[in-house]
């Protein structure tokens, strides 16, 4: 979402040109070479595989943006080269004697912690790249904010799924309690947890039949938390049941689930939002167990 914020930014610049596509790049996906013809340009023979000229992103970003993604990722000697043309509006492509101009804008993005990234990346570049620093919450701490950001994030994955937005399974949905199970969740993967559960959850209601149940896709869905956030041990062979006649794997299982949905309210001194959030499931999950018993 960092790419958004950046192209945000970039629509209120006076460095817009509304007819240029404006640049992203991901540090972490190059080589120090490669990272450093990516953004100079470099003339043929430059390196192994240089064939041709190429111009670099400082080029063709002249009087536009420039997104970093993942600064701290960059090495020291690309570091000082952005250095200079960010002071001097000047650069020299890969092999090339000849000085290029550019008056380019930078934004620049991190996931890491202002104080981990001065101790990633130099002195000097961290002045240059710092005049201006927006912190943005993750999702843990803006709870009231989960809301309106979910309905975004499943509306959004909607349209890219191009899936019929007028089903009559998706207005069943209880949006309410998926907001509900997300404001108690540490959301370690930030907005890449919610579009995991959109996704989730809309290919679960794409092929539901009027005998599914549409509680069963949030559960589904929600699942999706738990799972990428703890890796649990698999369980030994040896401390599985014995088989043989009489045994059902069924009633195994249920017996199993009913015994983590009972730990679960045990160890949330009965509560139905804290229990699900410990299992990855729906609070309405959480409910209707409680009914059978």
Not at 97 to 121: G, M, P, V
């Amino acid at each position: 979402m960092e790419q958004g914020k950046a192209h945000g930014l970039r629509g209120y610049s006076p460095y817009k040109k509304l007819k240029q596509n404006w640049m992203s790049v991901a540090c972490g996906q190059f080589t120090s070479e490669l990272m450093r013809s990516e953004l100079f340009g470099h003339v043929k023979g430059a390196f192994t595989g240089a064939t041709s000229d190429k111009p670099g992103l400082l080029k063709r970003m002249d009087k536009d943006t420039l997104f970093l993604d993942e600064i701290g990722d960059i090495d020291t000697d690309t570091q000082r080269l952005l250095i200079k043309a960010l002071e001097e509006q000047k650069f020299q492509p890969l092999g090339s004697e000849r000085t290029e101009k550019s008056d380019f804008r930078l934004i620049t993005a991190t996931n890491r912690t202002l104080d981990f990234l001065r101790t990633k990346i130099h002195e000097d570049f961290f002045d240059r790249i710092s005049p201006l620093v927006l912190e943005i919450p993750s999702l843990q701490d803006i709870p009231e904010d989960i809301p309106w950001i979910w309905r975004d994030v499943y509306n959004r994955a909607l349209s890219r799924s191009m899936v019929n937005h007028q089903k009559p399974e998706f207005s069943s949905v209880n949006h309410a309690g998926i907001v509900n199970y997300l404001q108690c969740h540490s959301l370690p993967g930030n907005y890449r947890d919610l579009y995991r559960i959109a996704y989730r959850l809309i290919a679960f209601l794409n092929d539901l039949d009027a005998t599914d149940n549409v509680e069963d896709a949030m559960s589904y869905a929600l699942a999706s938390l738990n799972s990428s956030e703890n890796k649990q041990t698999a369980t030994s062979i040896s401390s599985l049941p014995k088989l043989g006649d009489g045994f059902s794997i069924d009633a195994y299982i249920s017996g199993v689930r009913s015994s983590l949905f009972l730990k679960a309210l045990e160890q949330s001194s009965g509560n139905q939002r804290e229990a699900a959030s410990l299992l990855g499931i729906s609070p309405q999950a959480i409910n209707k167990f409680k009914k059978t018993k």
